[in-house]
């Protein structure tokens, strides 16, 4: 389903589906960039579980990735995609 932009010229979105955990630095790039709280930062913990960060767990946390928080407020601009140094992201056009 393509978009057009003020101008009149085709866009298609691409909407973010998936962040990969083993990939993500946990920068927060991706996260300052939109205005749409489509993702949050978590932590995994020892066992590779996501967890949510608490002040007091920041010790048990191995690592901090950024997690989908709310998919359908992606607009697909790919304002995410631009930034992220990792290239963790998965990006898909609408279904027709």
Known sequence: MSQSARDGRL?????LVAIDP????GCGRCFKVCGR???????IGEDGEIVSLDDDEDDEVEKKVMVMNDTGACIGCGACAR????NCQTHEQAAA
Request: with cysteine; net charge neutral.
């Open 83 to 86: 930034v992220c140094p990792a």
């Open 22 to 25: 083993g990939k993500c630095i």
């Open 11 to 15: 866009w298609q979105p691409e909407y």
């Open 37 to 43: 709280d489509v993702m949050t930062l978590k932590g």
